[in-house]
């Protein structure tokens, strides 16, 4: 008995380990591409605003400020460069990986123990559950520009986050895109 328990868990641990489109130990899953479009030397300071025509967002200016001076950059409003921010999120569901595996134990009326183990497999599409989740499908782009409006580096990121607020998903993901700051980088996933 004790050997088919073990047998059951050990199965039910590796079937959630493979399974999914966003880890249940990761709550954001995306792309995210940098283009560096002129030679930029080291970036001191920079000044951060929203793209000319969008309202500002301090959830976002506050997690690019904290990751500017992490790196040494000043942000300072008359800086010669400018680090302008967009960021949409769109409420959405998404994919739960749980496969349903469940253990659950208790001492019934009689004083014996009971164990149960449960596993939730889809067989032909019977039985199964809605399988989604409250989420976030989000776009931040970033670009890096002089005074006079000359594109020097561009970067974005978009992808679909578990219910999150748009402070916590900028604080992932603005770090993401900060330390390729003048870099190219070819398109990537990532999780987070």
């Known amino acids: 008995?004790?050997?088919?328990?073990?047998?059951?868990?050990?199965?039910?641990l590796v079937l959630g380990a493979c399974s999914?489109?966003?880890p249940r130990d990761r709550t954001i899953k995306g792309e995210l591409e940098t283009t560096s479009?002129?030679?930029?030397?080291?970036?001191e300071a920079v000044a951060v605003?929203?793209?000319?025509?969008?309202?500002?967002?301090?959830?976002?200016e506050d997690a690019l400020q904290t990751s500017l001076e992490r790196r040494r950059v000043a942000v300072i409003e008359s800086a010669p460069l400018i680090l302008?921010?967009?960021?949409a999120g769109t409420p959405t569901n998404i994919d739960d990986p749980d496969l349903g595996v469940g253990l659950a134990g208790g001492v019934g009326s009689s004083g014996?123990?009971?164990?149960?183990?449960?596993?939730?497999?889809?067989?032909?599409?019977?039985?199964?559950?809605?399988r989604s989740v409250?989420?976030?499908?989000?776009?931040?782009?970033?670009?890096?520009?002089?005074?006079d409006g000359d594109p020097l580096w561009r970067g974005w990121a978009h992808?679909?986050?578990?219910?999150?607020?748009?402070?916590?998903?900028?604080r992932a993901l603005v770090p993401l895109l900060l330390e390729r700051l003048g870099r190219n980088t070819d398109r990537r996933g990532f999780l987070r």
Do not use: C, K, N, W
């Open 134 to 147: 409250p989420g976030t499908a989000f776009d931040l782009q970033l670009s890096l520009e002089s005074r």
């Open 112 to 130: 014996h123990g009971d164990i149960g183990i449960g596993i939730e497999l889809p067989l032909f599409g019977l039985f199964e559950r809605d």
């Open 37 to 43: 479009l002129a030679e930029i030397d080291a970036v």
């Open 84 to 87: 302008h921010y967009v960021y």
């Open 159 to 170: 992808g679909l986050a578990r219910a999150m607020a748009p402070a916590a998903i900028a």
């Open 20 to 22: 999914g489109d966003l």
């Open 1 to 12: 008995m004790r050997a088919t328990v073990i047998g059951l868990l050990l199965l039910g």
């Open 49 to 60: 605003a929203p793209f000319p025509g969008r309202a500002p967002a301090p959830a976002i």
